[in-house]
């Protein structure tokens, strides 16, 4: 167990303890403190996801508890996998309230700015002061359930200028099935919104170390609802990305793919669409939602760990020593430093800084969603006033 004691207001714990009820129990000896406002976890889909949520039920009674699995954790411990991390606020300091979205399958984006307004409606009856300048929104959603596009989009345009980040939840890269977890429960084909209103200072940010090469990329041929891309520059989309990378399609693999994304041009600004895979009939699965006619180029990683440094650099200059930062860290970015062997170096870096978060199978920015980045949110220094 790794306990953490940030400020009086924030705690961070870490178990890595197998046990589900073990690791809850110990994670709640490191995260209580009095009147708790909020609490966050990440967890190993390897747990017993019903004894975990029992435990969680019963030892967090009567606290708004909010958490999803994932494909590795990060927290006090650093980068861990088969592990509960996660942090708790305390009440005073901050305002926040919740809601769940089900049966993502069929989302309705009507319903989405319902279940959003209403969930502005309690901030506002309990924070009366919230606006943009103070409030946040973190989304964690089903990793598997191809809808992070459409949810995303819609819930940022109802929350207007209210920052949104958040993680797609991950099943320790089985792709299997994913869950979060609200009001005592896990779910599948579900997302939470949760919103806070903070007397800290905070700062969303989004770390991409990647830069797009100038060989251009165009879908011919997709499956967009399955986000599969059958041809790309008219030929194979598997041969046609292989030979712009150098190898063969049959040399094709998580490594590579890790190695050389694609990056899109958005309003200006490049997003990555990482290939989770390569398929027997030549086409290729994306993270992402891919279209005919979308005009990718390759992209090269630079050095992640001087790119953290200085988007960190850049948080503290705005908001003063880093309290709390909230990550959603995508699992290929985990792939990348444990191959370069560069992970225990990061992970110091990360576990200095109060990173709390885990790998996910997808970030969201704003509204947008995207691949191989790093997207969170930072507490700094408390404010004079309290909220």
Not at 57 to 65: A, K, N, P
Not at 354 to 363: A, K, L, P, R, W
Not at 368 to 380: F, S, Y
Request: hydrophobic share 40%; glycine share 8%.
């Amino acid at each position: 167990m790794e306990p953490r004691l940030n400020t009086p207001a924030i705690r961070a714990g870490h178990s890595c303890a197998t046990d589900a009820r073990q690791a809850v129990a110990e994670f709640h000896a490191a995260v209580h403190q009095p009147d708790m406002e909020w609490v966050q976890f990440f967890c190993s889909s390897e747990y017993d996801l019903d004894a975990l949520a029992a435990e969680m039920r019963g030892l967090f009674d009567g606290v708004q508890v909010v958490g999803c699995t994932t494909a590795g954790e990060i927290g006090p411990a650093g980068y861990r996998s088969h592990s509960l991390s996660g942090f708790s606020l305390g009440c005073g300091d901050q305002v926040v309230v919740s809601a769940l979205y089900t049966d993502l399958a069929h989302f309705d984006v009507r319903e989405g700015h319902r279940l959003t307004q209403g969930l502005l409606q309690q901030l506002e009856h309990r924070a009366p002061q919230a606006d943009a300048s103070n409030t946040f929104a973190l989304l964690l959603i089903d990793g598997l359930s191809i809808r992070e596009e459409p949810v995303a989009h819609a819930l940022q345009h109802a929350l207007g200028d209210i920052g949104l980040f958040g993680g797609s939840a991950g099943d320790d890269q089985h792709f299997v099935r994913t869950h979060v977890y609200h009001g005592g429960a896990f779910h599948a084909n579900s997302a939470v919104l949760t919103l806070m209103h903070s007397r800290f200072a905070f700062s969303l940010f989004r770390a991409q170390h990647f830069v797009a090469s100038d060989e251009r990329l165009v879908v011919t041929e997709a499956d967009a609802p399955r986000r599969i891309v059958r041809e790309i520059n008219g030929r194979p989309a598997a041969e046609e990305y292989a030979r712009l990378v150098g190898c063969r399609a049959d040399q094709l693999d998580a490594a590579r793919f890790a190695a050389a994304p694609v990056v899109v041009m958005l309003g200006g600004t490049d997003y990555v669409r990482s290939i989770q895979s390569a398929n027997p009939d030549g086409s290729l699965t994306f993270y992402c939602a891919i279209e005919e006619g979308v005009v990718f180029r390759v992209a090269h990683g630079h050095d992640l760990l001087h790119n953290l440094k200085q988007t960190f650099a850049r948080l503290e200059a705005d908001i003063g020593p880093l309290q709390l930062v909230i990550a959603c860290d995508c699992v290929l970015r985990n792939m990348e430093i444990t191959r370069n062997q560069t992970k225990p170096e990061v992970a110091r870096w990360l576990t200095d800084h109060h990173v709390v978060g885990f790998s996910s199978y997808g970030e969201q920015f704003r509204g947008v969603h995207l691949n191989q980045t790093c997207t969170g949110i930072a507490l700094g220094a408390p404010k004079a006033c309290p909220v």
